[in-house]
T-cell receptor, first 111, second 117 residues
Framework: RKEVEQDPGPFNVPEGATVAFNCTYS??????FFWYRQDCRKEPKLLMS???SGNEDGRFTAQLNRASQYISLLIRDSKLSDSATYLCVVNNPGGYNKLIFGAGTRLAVHP | GAVVSQHPSRVICKSGTSVKIECRSL??????MFWYRQFPKQSLMLMATSNEGSKATYEQGVEKDKFLINHASLTLSTLTVTSAHPEDSSFYIC?????????????FGSGTQLSVL
Protein backbone atom coordinates (compact mmCIF):
# COMPACT_ATOMS: atom_id res chain seq x y z
CA ARG A 1 0.00 0.00 0.00
CA LYS A 2 1.30 3.47 -0.86
CA GLU A 3 1.97 5.80 2.04
CA VAL A 4 -0.20 8.50 0.49
CA GLU A 5 -2.82 7.69 -2.14
CA GLN A 6 -4.76 10.02 -4.35
CA ASP A 7 -7.07 9.64 -7.30
CA PRO A 8 -4.91 10.83 -10.22
CA GLY A 9 -7.88 12.29 -12.11
CA PRO A 10 -8.05 14.24 -14.27
CA PHE A 11 -11.06 16.09 -12.99
CA ASN A 12 -12.50 18.16 -15.82
CA VAL A 13 -14.95 20.74 -14.50
CA PRO A 14 -16.53 23.93 -15.80
CA GLU A 15 -15.84 27.30 -14.27
CA GLY A 16 -17.90 27.87 -11.16
CA ALA A 17 -18.15 24.19 -10.27
CA THR A 18 -17.39 22.72 -6.88
CA VAL A 19 -14.87 19.90 -6.88
CA ALA A 20 -13.56 17.67 -4.11
CA PHE A 21 -10.34 15.70 -3.87
CA ASN A 22 -9.65 12.88 -1.47
CA CYS A 23 -6.48 11.43 -0.06
CA THR A 24 -5.73 8.52 2.25
CA TYR A 25 -2.57 7.92 4.24
CA SER A 26 -1.20 4.77 5.79
CA UNK A 27 0.80 5.94 8.82
CA UNK A 28 -1.53 6.44 11.75
CA UNK A 29 1.24 8.32 13.61
CA UNK A 30 1.31 11.13 11.05
CA UNK A 31 0.63 14.51 12.60
CA UNK A 32 1.03 17.08 9.84
CA PHE A 33 -1.03 17.30 6.70
CA PHE A 34 -0.91 19.68 3.78
CA TRP A 35 -2.26 20.36 0.35
CA TYR A 36 0.21 21.64 -2.22
CA ARG A 37 -0.45 22.86 -5.72
CA GLN A 38 1.92 22.09 -8.57
CA ASP A 39 1.80 23.55 -12.05
CA CYS A 40 3.47 21.65 -14.87
CA ARG A 41 7.26 21.47 -14.45
CA LYS A 42 7.17 23.95 -11.60
CA GLU A 43 7.90 23.63 -7.93
CA PRO A 44 5.04 22.71 -5.58
CA LYS A 45 3.53 25.58 -3.64
CA LEU A 46 1.78 25.28 -0.32
CA LEU A 47 -1.95 25.74 -0.69
CA MET A 48 -2.93 25.12 2.90
CA SER A 49 -2.16 23.13 6.00
CA UNK A 50 -4.88 20.77 7.21
CA UNK A 51 -5.92 21.00 10.84
CA UNK A 52 -7.88 18.50 12.88
CA SER A 53 -10.86 20.80 13.15
CA GLY A 54 -10.91 21.47 9.44
CA ASN A 55 -10.02 24.81 7.97
CA GLU A 56 -11.07 27.15 5.24
CA ASP A 57 -9.18 29.67 3.16
CA GLY A 58 -11.41 31.56 0.77
CA ARG A 59 -12.79 29.09 -1.75
CA PHE A 60 -10.73 26.23 -0.36
CA THR A 61 -11.77 23.97 2.51
CA ALA A 62 -9.66 21.17 3.94
CA GLN A 63 -10.87 18.39 6.21
CA LEU A 64 -9.06 15.72 8.18
CA ASN A 65 -10.52 12.45 9.44
CA ARG A 66 -7.92 10.79 11.63
CA ALA A 67 -10.03 7.71 12.32
CA SER A 68 -10.30 6.93 8.63
CA GLN A 69 -6.85 8.37 7.81
CA TYR A 70 -8.44 10.50 5.18
CA ILE A 71 -7.94 14.08 4.01
CA SER A 72 -10.06 16.10 1.64
CA LEU A 73 -9.86 19.35 -0.28
CA LEU A 74 -12.94 21.15 -1.51
CA ILE A 75 -12.71 23.92 -4.09
CA ARG A 76 -15.76 26.09 -4.58
CA ASP A 77 -16.49 28.35 -7.54
CA SER A 78 -13.64 26.92 -9.61
CA LYS A 79 -11.58 29.35 -11.65
CA LEU A 80 -9.58 28.68 -14.80
CA SER A 81 -6.49 29.51 -12.77
CA ASP A 82 -7.22 26.62 -10.42
CA SER A 83 -6.13 24.20 -13.14
CA ALA A 84 -3.12 22.38 -11.71
CA THR A 85 -2.11 19.20 -9.91
CA TYR A 86 -3.02 19.08 -6.24
CA LEU A 87 -0.66 17.14 -4.01
CA CYS A 88 -1.65 15.62 -0.71
CA VAL A 89 1.31 15.69 1.68
CA VAL A 90 1.67 13.87 4.98
CA ASN A 91 4.55 13.74 7.41
CA ASN A 92 6.29 10.52 8.37
CA PRO A 93 7.17 11.13 12.00
CA GLY A 94 10.08 8.70 12.13
CA GLY A 95 13.68 9.84 11.74
CA TYR A 96 13.86 13.27 10.12
CA ASN A 97 10.11 13.73 10.09
CA LYS A 98 10.08 13.76 6.32
CA LEU A 99 7.10 14.70 4.22
CA ILE A 100 5.59 12.15 1.87
CA PHE A 101 3.91 13.36 -1.28
CA GLY A 102 0.97 11.77 -3.00
CA ALA A 103 1.14 11.42 -6.77
CA GLY A 104 -1.33 14.26 -7.15
CA THR A 105 -4.78 14.83 -8.59
CA ARG A 106 -5.02 16.77 -11.82
CA LEU A 107 -7.69 19.41 -12.14
CA ALA A 108 -8.64 21.02 -15.43
CA VAL A 109 -11.15 23.87 -15.25
CA HIS A 110 -12.68 24.82 -18.59
CA PRO A 111 -14.74 27.84 -19.66
CA GLY B 1 7.96 33.70 2.71
CA ALA B 2 11.38 32.15 2.66
CA VAL B 3 13.17 31.97 -0.68
CA VAL B 4 15.09 28.99 -1.96
CA SER B 5 17.18 29.52 -5.06
CA GLN B 6 18.01 26.49 -7.19
CA HIS B 7 20.15 26.42 -10.29
CA PRO B 8 20.62 25.57 -12.99
CA SER B 9 17.01 25.38 -14.07
CA ARG B 10 17.82 23.17 -17.01
CA VAL B 11 20.76 20.99 -17.92
CA ILE B 12 21.40 18.94 -21.03
CA CYS B 13 24.48 16.76 -20.83
CA LYS B 14 26.13 13.79 -22.43
CA SER B 15 26.00 10.36 -20.86
CA GLY B 16 28.87 9.80 -18.46
CA THR B 17 29.29 13.38 -17.33
CA SER B 18 28.60 14.70 -13.84
CA VAL B 19 26.12 17.43 -13.09
CA LYS B 20 26.00 19.61 -9.98
CA ILE B 21 22.79 21.23 -8.82
CA GLU B 22 22.87 23.96 -6.17
CA CYS B 23 20.19 24.93 -3.72
CA ARG B 24 20.55 28.09 -1.60
CA SER B 25 18.37 29.52 1.11
CA LEU B 26 18.50 33.26 0.50
CA UNK B 27 17.02 34.85 3.58
CA UNK B 28 17.15 32.17 6.23
CA UNK B 29 19.32 29.36 7.49
CA UNK B 30 18.29 25.89 6.44
CA UNK B 31 19.51 23.20 8.80
CA UNK B 32 17.69 20.55 6.82
CA MET B 33 17.17 20.37 3.09
CA PHE B 34 15.46 17.67 1.09
CA TRP B 35 16.20 16.49 -2.42
CA TYR B 36 13.44 15.07 -4.57
CA ARG B 37 13.16 13.59 -8.02
CA GLN B 38 10.03 13.66 -10.12
CA PHE B 39 9.41 11.70 -13.30
CA PRO B 40 6.62 12.85 -15.65
CA LYS B 41 3.13 12.41 -14.20
CA GLN B 42 4.56 10.88 -11.04
CA SER B 43 4.91 12.01 -7.47
CA LEU B 44 7.86 13.78 -5.96
CA MET B 45 10.06 11.02 -4.62
CA LEU B 46 12.32 11.88 -1.72
CA MET B 47 15.88 10.96 -2.55
CA ALA B 48 17.72 12.13 0.54
CA THR B 49 17.65 14.36 3.57
CA SER B 50 20.58 16.70 3.87
CA ASN B 51 21.70 18.10 7.21
CA GLU B 52 24.26 20.82 7.57
CA GLY B 53 27.60 19.49 8.70
CA SER B 54 26.71 15.81 8.56
CA LYS B 55 26.24 13.03 6.06
CA ALA B 56 23.03 12.92 4.11
CA THR B 57 20.43 10.27 4.80
CA TYR B 58 19.43 8.47 1.64
CA GLU B 59 16.12 6.79 0.94
CA GLN B 60 16.02 3.13 0.12
CA GLY B 61 17.03 2.44 -3.45
CA VAL B 62 18.92 5.71 -3.94
CA GLU B 63 22.62 5.18 -4.61
CA LYS B 64 24.63 7.47 -2.38
CA ASP B 65 27.74 7.10 -4.52
CA LYS B 66 25.84 8.22 -7.58
CA PHE B 67 23.92 11.08 -6.02
CA LEU B 68 26.42 12.99 -3.92
CA ILE B 69 24.98 15.47 -1.50
CA ASN B 70 26.96 18.14 0.28
CA HIS B 71 25.50 20.51 2.86
CA ALA B 72 28.58 22.38 4.00
CA SER B 73 26.83 25.53 5.18
CA LEU B 74 23.46 26.58 6.52
CA THR B 75 22.57 28.24 3.24
CA LEU B 76 23.86 25.84 0.60
CA SER B 77 23.21 22.24 -0.31
CA THR B 78 24.40 20.63 -3.52
CA LEU B 79 23.41 17.48 -5.38
CA THR B 80 25.88 16.01 -7.84
CA VAL B 81 24.66 13.37 -10.26
CA THR B 82 27.80 11.45 -11.09
CA SER B 83 28.29 9.64 -14.39
CA ALA B 84 24.79 10.55 -15.50
CA HIS B 85 22.89 8.21 -17.78
CA PRO B 86 19.68 8.72 -19.77
CA GLU B 87 17.63 7.01 -17.05
CA ASP B 88 18.73 9.79 -14.67
CA SER B 89 16.84 12.30 -16.81
CA SER B 90 14.27 13.78 -14.48
CA PHE B 91 13.09 16.88 -12.64
CA TYR B 92 15.19 17.38 -9.51
CA ILE B 93 13.99 19.73 -6.83
CA CYS B 94 15.21 20.78 -3.42
CA UNK B 95 13.33 22.10 -0.45
CA UNK B 96 14.15 23.58 2.92
CA UNK B 97 12.12 22.94 6.02
CA UNK B 98 11.10 25.82 8.24
CA UNK B 99 9.27 25.38 11.53
CA UNK B 100 7.92 22.17 13.02
CA UNK B 101 4.68 20.29 13.56
CA UNK B 102 1.57 22.02 12.27
CA UNK B 103 3.68 25.11 11.63
CA UNK B 104 6.11 23.23 9.45
CA UNK B 105 6.48 24.52 5.94
CA UNK B 106 8.57 23.45 3.01
CA UNK B 107 9.99 26.04 0.68
CA PHE B 108 10.99 24.68 -2.68
CA GLY B 109 13.58 25.63 -5.18
CA SER B 110 12.32 26.09 -8.72
CA GLY B 111 13.66 22.74 -9.84
CA THR B 112 16.22 21.50 -12.34
CA GLN B 113 15.21 19.63 -15.46
CA LEU B 114 18.04 17.24 -16.28
CA SER B 115 18.21 15.67 -19.71
CA VAL B 116 20.97 13.14 -20.32
CA LEU B 117 21.64 12.31 -23.96
Amino acid sequence: RKEVEQDPGPFNVPEGATVAFNCTYSNSASQSFFWYRQDCRKEPKLLMSVYSSGNEDGRFTAQLNRASQYISLLIRDSKLSDSATYLCVVNNPGGYNKLIFGAGTRLAVHP
Amino acid sequence: GAVVSQHPSRVICKSGTSVKIECRSLDFQATTMFWYRQFPKQSLMLMATSNEGSKATYEQGVEKDKFLINHASLTLSTLTVTSAHPEDSSFYICSARVGAGVNEKLFFGSGTQLSVL
